[in-house]
């Protein structure tokens, strides 16, 4: 037929293509895959995310080439990387800083997701996905982190396996598995090494490859919050809201990767440690099962949720069971559950704000830590607003995200800090407005005026 394409079978692109959907693959992925023409720079976050993801893996088989994964060398081993590999630290200093820089981009990728809805329907299983990857990356950073053998790796290792021990019956027997031995020692780097070199890593490739396809199947999210699959379309059946990934975006997310090389370059070389905050000072000086550091803290991209650990004190369960008890009757008289569920769930409260004050506060504190990052799973169904993006969203949803997102600064960095009566009381405070807007959303959500949503999306050439 005249104007359609045809598949060149010659050749060695043609010899590949016959036995591998190479050339199909590249159609769907990049050339023939349109994307909303409305995107901004928070659309970089991904693709950078992808890029050190890739610096990640390279930087690690150079480092596992010279790493000693036991307990009486693997000091030394990374100070001969330093100091005697050619070009070894460089090599260990953008791991360093890329593990730092990987959290960087993801929380500025999710955060994203939050204010354009990316998470609402049909992206759920992208959400999901998504925050799954989050999980993994915790993993992978909390094992690597004990890879070094410094006394904040070995102590913050020692404190967070300890926190296992918490969980009712099981937990001294877990937290006893998961070391390998009765403290911190040559079995727990042993197997930390193989997660965090084998295991994590290839269910993180997984979900990555996951999180791609799940996107490309139901299309991209953009600032409006507009599908651009559902809106006009051109004559081959493209829409007219969209443009091909390739060469547009491939050339747009090109420039943000050189912004992004040339800031992981000047962290490089010019301040690896930023301040003790990617590499603690503590962790320059050899484990020592001896003598324990005066403070003992997480990297900074675990600082919030160590907060919200450290927040929930004896005295603080009671804020939690008397918001359990407060959700139970909300959701029995107010609530539009129905059957059964109607008398579940708030007996299920009741019984958890009875058990708030039998067990232990530290297992409570798990239970918050772990708590905050699952309930991101739930945010496509706890988001009721009848738009997606906030540019369409009132005014003072505005403000709630401002406050949301300087609690979560302002947990983190107490987190860094020594635990005093006046931090521990203002990470109280953060951690019940980060639980509360999330537990909250199904309401909030749904109140204030909101602006109409445009029938295609919002593009200024540029």
């Known amino acids: 037929m005249a104007g359609e394409k045809t598949v060149d079978t010659t050749g060695l692109l043609g010899w590949i293509d016959k036995r591998f959907p190479l050339t199909s693959t590249y159609k769907a992925h990049l050339s023939e895959y349109y994307a909303p023409k409305n995107f901004n720079f928070w659309y970089f976050f991904g693709s950078l995310a992808l890029l050190v993801l890739v610096i990640q893996i390279v930087t690690g088989i150079f480092l596992v080439m010279s790493y000693k994964p036991d307990a009486a060398l693997a000091f030394n081993s990374v100070e001969y990387i330093m100091r005697e590999v050619p070009w070894g630290w460089l090599i260990r200093y953008m791991h360093s800083t890329g593990a730092s820089m990987f959290f960087v981009v993801v929380y500025l990728h999710m955060l994203r997701g939050l204010f354009y809805g990316s998470y609402r329907k049909p992206r759920e299983l992208v959400w999901v996905f998504g925050v799954a990857i989050f999980l993994c990356l915790m993993g992978e950073a909390f094992f690597g982190y004990l890879l070094p053998w410094g006394q904040m790796s070995y102590w913050g290792a020692q404190v ?7 969980i009712p019956f099981i937990g001294p027997d877990l937290s006893l598995w ?4 009765y403290v911190v020692s040559d079995a727990t780097l ?3 090494f193989a997660f965090h070199v084998i295991a994590i890593p290839l269910v993180l490739l997984g979900l990555v490859v996951a999180h791609v396809i799940a996107l490309h199947e139901v299309g991209s999210n953009n600032p409006d919050g507009v599908e651009i699959k559902q809106g006009p379309k051109d004559r081959n059946g493209h829409p007219m809201d969209g443009i091909p990934f390739h060469p547009y975006y491939t050339v747009h997310d090109i420039m943000g990767v050189a912004g992004f090389l040339m800031v992981f370059a000047a962290i490089i070389f010019f301040g690896p440690e930023m301040g003790g905050y990617f590499l603690e000072y503590n962790n320059f000086i050899p484990a020592d099962s001896l003598k324990t550091p005066p403070h003992i803290a997480p990297v900074w991209y675990f600082t919030p949720f160590y907060s919200m650990l450290r927040a929930t004190t004896s005295d603080f369960t009671w804020v939690f069971s008397a918001g359990a008890v407060i959700a139970a009757i909300a959701l029995f008289f ?3 559950l ?13 019984i958890i704000a009875v058990f708030m004050k039998t067990l232990d506060a530290k297992f409570w504190g798990v239970v918050t830590m772990g708590g905050s990052v699952v309930i991101l799973f739930f945010l496509p169904w706890l988001d009721k607003c009848p738009v997606k993006s906030i540019r369409y969203r009132p005014t003072w949803h505005k403000f709630l995200y401002a406050i949301f997102i300087i609690d979560f600064v302002v947990l983190g960095f107490i987190g860094t800090q020594a635990p005093t009566p006046a931090l521990n009381l203002i990470s109280q405070i953060g951690t019940m407005l980060y639980l509360g807007f999330f537990f909250l959303m199904p309401v909030w959500s749904r109140l204030g005026t909101f602006k109409p949503v445009p029938d295609r999306v919002t593009f200024h050439a540029h």
């Open 190 to 192: 042993n197997r930390f």
């Open 334 to 336: 107010k609530g539009k």
């Open 178 to 181: 998961i070391r390998g031995d």
């Open 338 to 350: 129905s059957g059964l569920w109607r008398f579940g769930v708030p007996i299920v409260l009741l």
């Open 160 to 166: 967070i396996v300890n926190l296992f021990s918490a």
